[in-house]
């Protein structure tokens, strides 16, 4: 069974920075392509950053700059760094394992996701 485990969320005041961190289990980590989303109250859930097998990294523009994704393959561990966070940026951060190297099509599976509160 395929399982995603995320920590690291948390309350953080406006300008301040997270890790975010995502173990994989159940799955050869290293073949695949990984990505964060996020979900704010009220609002559908939306993709912020993807990384493929090969370390090729992608953002949605209000992130550029400010959020950086990695994998470390000996740990089979997913990062998402958070630095300048904003209100707005409040939200449930979960991470997903894609069905193929690169970070196109559906996702496999969903960690349980991890709450970032960013407020003064």
């Known amino acids: 069974q395929v399982q995603l485990v995320e920590s690291g969320g948390g309350l953080v005041q406006p300008g301040g920075s997270l890790r975010l961190s995502c173990e994989l289990s159940?799955?050869?980590?290293?073949?695949?392509?990984m990505g964060w989303y996020r979900q704010a109250p009220g609002k559908q859930r939306e993709v912020v950053a993807t990384i493929t097998s090969a370390g090729g990294t992608n953002y949605v523009d209000y992130v550029k700059g400010r959020f950086t994704i990695s994998r470390d393959n000996a740990k089979n561990t997913l990062y998402l760094q958070m630095n300048s966070l904003k209100p707005e940026d409040t939200a449930v951060y979960y991470c997903a394992k894609y069905r193929t190297p690169l970070a196109f099509g559906t996702v496999q599976a969903w960690g349980q996701g991890t709450l970032v509160t960013v407020s003064s």
């Open positions: 159940g799955s050869i980590f290293n073949i695949y392509a």
